[in-house]
């Protein structure tokens, strides 16, 4: 969320500047409220196959899942790499990857306990592009299902920033909401297993606009 209060913040300096050479001293003073709310539900399955001895290969799955105002964005990314151990050092290198994302999501395809980031389930096709270091790109459809349980307790953060410049100030309140989860999954009914690398997670900035 910090990215988007820095477009704002940008905006509203363009937007400023343009209305003071434009109206000049007759511009009256202003207050405007913005909220702005988001989510973030992410997992990360990791499956290990020994080659040879001191080879082996990596395959990543990733899945995100976004939700805000504007809609329910979701990304799926899968990396394959194949490692080598040497003098006790892995060196890896990336022998695949695959990616595929979703504007929107529907209400049938992901549910998300936001108030108590307790429960998330995810149900939903992608279109993944895969890339191969001297290869031509393919496409395949890969369906996704995934389930997201909350784990320990709630963390909070949160903060307050202020900018200035001229007659215009920016005043930005936000809060956070973290909990750590497990999720299961799998890929067109492969199963991927459970994982302890996943996370649930709601945002809020409330942006204050004052001009002078």
Known sequence: MRRVFSAIVAAGLATGVMAGVMAGPALASSQTHHRFSSAAVVAAWHSKVRLSPGRFQVTTWFVGVFPSRRGTASEVVKEVDKCTVVSGHR??????????????????QFSFDRRHLQAAHLDATYKLRTIIPRK?????????????????????????????????????????????????????????????????????????????
Do not use: M, Y
């Not at 790109?137 to 890969?142: F, H, I, L, N």
């Open 91 to 108: 060196r890896c290198r990336v022998v695949s990857l695959s990616a595929g994302f979703r504007k929107s999501l529907t209400a049938a």
């Open 136 to 212: 031509p790109p393919r496409t395949s459809t890969v369906t996704i299902v995934a389930t997201w349980t909350g784990t320990g307790k709630i963390s909070r953060s949160g903060g307050v920033s202020n900018f200035h410049s001229g007659c215009l100030h920016f005043h930005n309140t936000f809060k956070e909401r973290h909990r750590a989860a497990t999720a299961t999954g799998s890929v067109n009914g492969r199963s991927l297993g459970s994982t302890k690398d996943a996370f649930l997670s709601t945002s809020t900035d409330v942006v204050v606009e004052h001009r002078c």
